[in-house]
């Protein structure tokens, strides 16, 4: 079983725009896809659009 991964919460400054973040062991930081495009004035849905017009439906 593999060790799991911690992180911590962050505030990111990316420019003038200050993000809620994960920042990893590493110093890397995560944030969500929702998180991303609300960060440049987009809503969360614009995502869920953006993938669904990329991916083909599947039909069961």
């Known amino acids: ?3 799991s991964i911690k992180a911590i919460r962050a505030t990111v400054v990316i ?3 200050t993000v809620d973040a ?6 890397s930081y995560r944030m ?3 998180q991303a ?3 440049v004035g987009l809503s969360g849905r614009n995502v869920f659009d953006f993938f669904c ?3 083909p ?3 069961y």
Not at 22 to 27: A, S
């Open 53 to 55: 017009d990329q991916m």
């Open 32 to 34: 969500s896809q929702i």
């Open 22 to 27: 994960f920042m990893l062991p590493d110093g």
């Open 1 to 3: 079983m593999s060790e």
């Open 15 to 17: 420019g003038a725009l």
């Open 57 to 59: 439906l599947k039909h």
């Open 37 to 39: 495009s609300e960060s």
